[in-house]
């Protein structure tokens, strides 16, 4: 069986440690590969190789990086449906997906292709009498991303081509369930002309998380993932002096107002909640009916989650693939039954699902909840399942009361046909990414990501202009030629300008 293996100083590496994990086909169930376990010293030799190629990549022009960009962003173009496929095959979701969140991850690449624009500093002239004062940003060092398994391509994309763009250079932790994305951008870099070194690739779980987190070479981290783990890396890098970004898990709200469209609303809502099984950080999984919306909300809800085709990622016609593992399976299946229990109404039942020919694979089927309330475990959890909640509110105040008194705050999207409440909405809920109409609402990438409240540890959003002030640090000169013969006194009080 094939093992994926590190990718260090520009090749594959085979590490230090014998350990591996198995790599899983969602869709069938069955092994298909396994993955190297980082050590601390593949880390090391990660950073090692990262440090040797910064000393060079930090000193090359901005038209070398632009166009090592460039190329890279046309090799994702020439190999998308390859790697399309090596997604779908680890992950789960369908082909069509996983083309577009390397679509997505691309924008960033384009966002980095302006890096001669982006980078620009600014100047002014004569601040005081012969003084002039410019600043400029450089590059942080070595820096690091550790990423979830839901995005094998993009979300490492939200991070490397900034950090690269900008002159760091980076080590890539990636999910240890669906690795080999990470490998082929590897290549792609490498065919794209990106010096040996600038770009690596270590596998694994904890220990190498854990090495990454206290490495002294590594000056920043970059994190997605679930809350707790984007908590404990936030509190361990920056206990070692490191600079982090880490954004955690969500709960999104979709609010259904009375006069909303509501064919369009369930519309966009059943893909909000069942795209990628439900395992997207802005998946829709709780929709807050509003007053009179209610009840013909759930019945077209109902309709459109009978409607969805289940199936194998790589199967024409499919809209939604199987779970991640197997315990995620049994995990959402078994909140679905709690949610009954605990008196929801099982509208649609997606449990016990079984796919013709795919007897053995993760797949669960979508489910709806009437009648959850915030007290409700499947209301309290992010469940990353294909299962919506219907939340039912009496008016747009209590809906907004409700979002913002959940702890996570990423995404929320408002259906209406009324600015003013739309405008209120926006104004009044503490979330960070907010949709009008728009279910997932996933910022371009000349915008920054990121939520509010434990959707996100620190204060920094990711890509877009937020992605350039992470990844480099400014300076400030302050500047004076004087004539040679000019005469001057220095006074000894704190300068002030004249
Ligand atoms: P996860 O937190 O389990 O794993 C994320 C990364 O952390 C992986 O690389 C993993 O190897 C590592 N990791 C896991 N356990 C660890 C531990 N105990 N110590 C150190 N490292 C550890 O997340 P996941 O299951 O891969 O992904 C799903 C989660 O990611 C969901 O909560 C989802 O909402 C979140 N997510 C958030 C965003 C966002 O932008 N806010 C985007 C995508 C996914």
Sequence with gaps: MKTIQHWINGSPAAGTNPQTAPVFNPATGQEQAQV?????????????????????????????????????????????????????????????????????????????????????????DQVSRGVDVHNFRQPLGVVAGITPFNFPAMVPLWMHPIAVATGNTFILKPSERDPSAANFVADLYKRAGLPDGV???????????????????????????????????????????????????????????????????????????????????????????????????????????????????????????????????????????????????????????KVEGHEEGFFTGPSLLDHVTAEMDAYKEELFGPVLAIVRAESLDEAIALINANPYGNGTALFTASGEAARRFQRKINVGMIGVNVPVPVPMSYYSFGGWKDSLIGDSPIHGPEGIRFYTRPKVVTTRWPQPTQQTTAGFNFPTSS
């Excluded at 960033?108 to 500093?121: H, P, Q, S, T, Y």
């Excluded at 898990?249 to 519309?267: I, Q």
């Excluded at 199936?311 to 016609?317: N, S």
């Excluded at 995990?331 to 605990?342: D, F, G, L, P």
């Design 36 to 124: 190297a376990l980082g050590s601390a010293a593949d880390v090391d030799a990660a950073v090692a190789a990262a440090s040797r190629a910064f000393e060079t990549w930090s000193e090359s022009s901005l038209t070398q990086r632009t166009q090592v960009m460039f190329a890279f962003r046309q090799l994702l173009v020439d190999h998308e449906e390859e790697l399309a496929r090596i997604i779908s095959a680890e992950h789960g979701k369908t082909v069509d997906d996983a083309r577009g969140e390397i679509v997505r991850g691309r924008e960033v690449v384009e966002f980095a292709c302006g890096l001669g624009d982006i980078l620009k500093g600014s100047f002014s």
């Design 199 to 353: 770009f690596n690739v270590v596998h694994g779980g904890k220990p190498a998380v854990d090495a990454i987190l206290t490495h002294p070479g590594i000056e920043a981290v970059s994190f997605v993932g679930s809350t707790p783990i984007a908590k404990y890396v936030h509190e361990q890098a920056t206990a070692h002096g490191k600079r982090v970004q880490a954004l955690g898990g969500a709960k999104n709200h979709a609010v259904v107002l009375p006069d909303a469209d509501l064919d369009f609303a369930a519309n966009h809502i059943t893909a909000g909640a069942y795209g990628s099984a439900g395992e997207r950080c802005m998946a829709v999984s709780v929709a807050v009916a509003v007053g009179d919306a209610a009840d013909g909300l759930v019945k077209v809800l109902e309709r459109k989650a009978l409607e969805v085709k289940v199936g194998p990622g790589d199967a024409p016609g499919t809209d939604m693939g199987p779970v991640i593992t197997k315990a995620a399976q049994e995990r959402i299946e078994n909140a679905v039954t709690t949610a009954a229990t605990q008196g929801a109404t099982i509208v649609v039942d997606g449990r016990g699902l």
